[in-house]
């Protein structure tokens, strides 16, 4: 299983990105798409989930109202859509996938596979 997140960039203050994840190796509605961060000397901060079936979503309160998670597996492909970026928004993004649902989408531990990050850098 392989995990590519894109999409990432630098934006301005109020901008949006739509970050991309690109998954191979795998039956697109087989496994759970969480999003994560990490901002330069801070822990990894879980975002938002999706499920298999992208019936069910989780977001962070840090996010929720600005982010959507989405996901395409015709195209297997889950995507994150953030607008109105703030400053404390840049972080590198992953993405990464694990077999249950979103109930405990903040615990890295329990994702099986993670693709590299795509930096996001809000900025004015």
């Known amino acids: 299983v392989q995990l590519q997140a894109s999409g990432g960039g630098l934006v301005q203050p109020g901008g949006s990105l739509k970050l991309s994840c690109e998954a191979s190796g795998v039956t697109p509605n087989s496994v759970t798409i969480g999003w994560f961060r990490q901002a330069p000397g801070k822990e990894r901060e879980g975002v938002a989930c999706i499920s298999a079936g992208g019936g069910t979503t989780y977001y962070a309160d840090s996010v929720k109202g600005r982010v959507t998670v989405s996901r395409d597996n015709a195209k297997y492909t889950a995507y994150l859509q953030m607008t109105n970026l703030k400053p404390e928004d840049t972080a590198v993004y992953y993405c990464?996938?694990?077999?249950?649902?979103?109930?405990?989408?903040?615990?890295?531990?329990?994702?099986?596979?993670w693709g590299l990050g795509t930096q996001v850098t809000v900025s004015s």
């Open positions: 990464a996938s694990q077999d249950f649902e979103c109930g405990n989408y903040r615990d890295a531990s329990i994702y099986d596979y």
